[in-house]
């Protein structure tokens, strides 16, 4: 079983909706949760970052973390084609560890 | 501030070769840490390392290698090229070694082994 599961199942939506994508992982030790976002030919820049379970809002972004089901979701609200990319969600341990555990990641269309 | 660079950005290389790929962290960040990303198993953490010292593995094989220099830029190495190390390899640097720290990606190095 890999730590970090994320259905890379592509997803397209049209402009506007919201985007729902979600993430369960299996090692509880897992501290930091992130949401990474990845445009073609690029390397992932940080989108959502969060340490506790809840929620975590910033612009039409939002960030759930439920520890307690082992289950992340990153929700994109009023979608814009610009959303289109990548998205990855990943996890790290504890203080004094930098690796990154990922998931697959899924592809999202906006549709104009 | 200049961004996480990567020489260079495109390789290819044939099986049984070696190949170096280099890494220039962000201005005063001293952490360094290497992915594969293959579209089969998504990004995979290869090595860290902190002021020249490894300092975290992956579970890769020992063809792969990696060092990082005084001025925190690293280099990593894959010896006897198998097909299956065509990848996108990137490099993430950071200012601290906390699972807190945001770790900033380059661009990565397209390999390609025919």
């Known amino acids: 079983q890999k730590e970090v599961e994320q259905d890379p199942g592509p997803l397209s939506v049209p402009e506007g909706a919201i985007v729902s994508l979600n993430c369960t992982y299996s090692n509880s030790a897992f501290q930091y949760f992130m949401w990474y976002r990845q445009y073609s030919r690029k390397g992932p820049e940080l989108l959502m970052y969060t340490y506790s379970s809840g929620n975590k809002e910033d612009g039409r972004f939002t960030a759930q973390v439920d520890k307690s089901s082992k289950y992340i979701s990153l929700f994109i609200r009023d979608s814009q084609p610009s959303d289109s990319a990548t998205y990855l969600c990943a996890m790290s341990l504890y203080y004094g560890n930098n690796r990154l555990a990922f998931g697959k990641g899924n592809q999202v269309v906006v549709i104009p | 501030k200049a961004g996480v660079t990567q020489t260079p950005r495109y390789l290819i290389k044939t099986r049984g070769q070696q190949v170096t790929l280099s890494c220039s962290p962000i201005s005063g960040h001293r952490s360094v840490s290497w992915y594969q990303q293959t579209p089969g198993q998504g990004l995979q953490f290869l090595f860290e390392y902190f002021s020249e010292t490894q300092r975290n593995k992956g579970n890769f094989p020992g063809r792969f290698s990696g060092r990082q220099f005084s001025n925190s830029r690293s280099e990593m190495n894959v010896s006897t090229l198998e097909l299956g190390d065509s990848a996108l390899y990137l490099c993430?640097?950071?200012?601290?070694?906390?699972?807190?720290?945001?770790?900033?990606f380059g661009p990565g190095t397209r390999l390609t082994v025919l």
């Open positions: 993430a640097s950071s200012s601290g070694t906390s699972g807190r720290d945001e770790q900033f």
